[in-house]
T-cell receptor, first 118, second 114 residues
């Protein structure tokens, strides 16, 4: 079973529109960690945010914001006033604690391709 | 930049040949990971290492082996490459930032098995 589901395969918006990328996760652990990564057309993976399961406070960083809701097992990502440079594949990922590390392996969703048109 | 390099960055090989990919890090990170990325699958863990000579399997480890004889290098070997192993391979390390641990990724290696 997929631990992380990103139901939106592709999203297209016009510049300056707001866009929300959905992420739903599944875990039985009480302690876990959620991540978002960005993969621009150049191919590298860029870390955006980490959220711990015991911290449900939402976060805002410039035009980016994240909404974490344990009740619905969701960790959604919103880009406000999108720009062409936001065009990329965005991955949501889940980590359950493993061995001595607080992190362990990452389980990725299949990604959402966001295209922002000028 | 977590100081991760991967080599080669691109490789074309033939079915049945052995292939070794190298991940090199310069910041003494204990944990290292190999993932593969395929269309429609996101990234999936192949193997990981939690110290020198300490490795374990991930969810798609069949057909792959790894070795870590020193902290800075984590090698991924395809003993006999198959076309299904055509993929983009990413190495990652775990790093503590502001007291929190996060995985950072290398630039990736594109492997084509003909």
């Amino acid at each position: 079973a997929q631990k992380v589901t990103q139901a939106q395969t592709e999203i297209s918006v016009v510049e300056k529109e707001d866009v929300t990328l959905d992420c739903v996760y599944e875990t039985r652990d009480t302690t876990y960690y959620l991540f978002w990564y960005k993969q621009p057309p150049s191919g590298e993976l860029v870390f955006l945010i980490r959220r711990n399961s015991f911290d449900e406070q939402n976060e805002i960083s410039g035009r980016y914001s994240w909404n974490f809701q344990k009740s619905t097992s969701s960790f959604n990502f919103t880009i406000t006033a999108s720009q062409v440079v936001d065009s990329a594949v965005y991955f949501c990922a889940l980590s359950e604690a493993d061995r001595g590390s607080t992190l362990g392996r990452l389980y990725f969703g299949r990604g959402t391709q966001l295209t922002v048109w000028p | 930049d977590a100081g991760i390099t991967q080599s080669p960055r691109h490789k074309v090989t033939e079915t049945g040949t052995p292939v070794t990919l190298r991940c090199h890090q310069t910041e003494n990170h204990r944990y290292m990971y190999w993932y593969r990325q395929d269309p429609g699958h996101g990234l999936r863990l192949i193997h990981y290492s939690y110290g020198v000579k300490d490795t374990d399997k991930g969810e798609v480890s069949d057909g792959y082996s790894v070795s870590r004889s020193k902290t800075e290098d984590f090698l991924l070997t395809l003993e006999s490459a198959t076309s299904s192993q055509t993929s983009v391979y990413f190495c990652a390390i775990s790093e503590y930032t502001s007291g929190q641990e996060t995985q950072y990724f290398g630039p990736g290696t594109r492997l084509l098995v003909l």
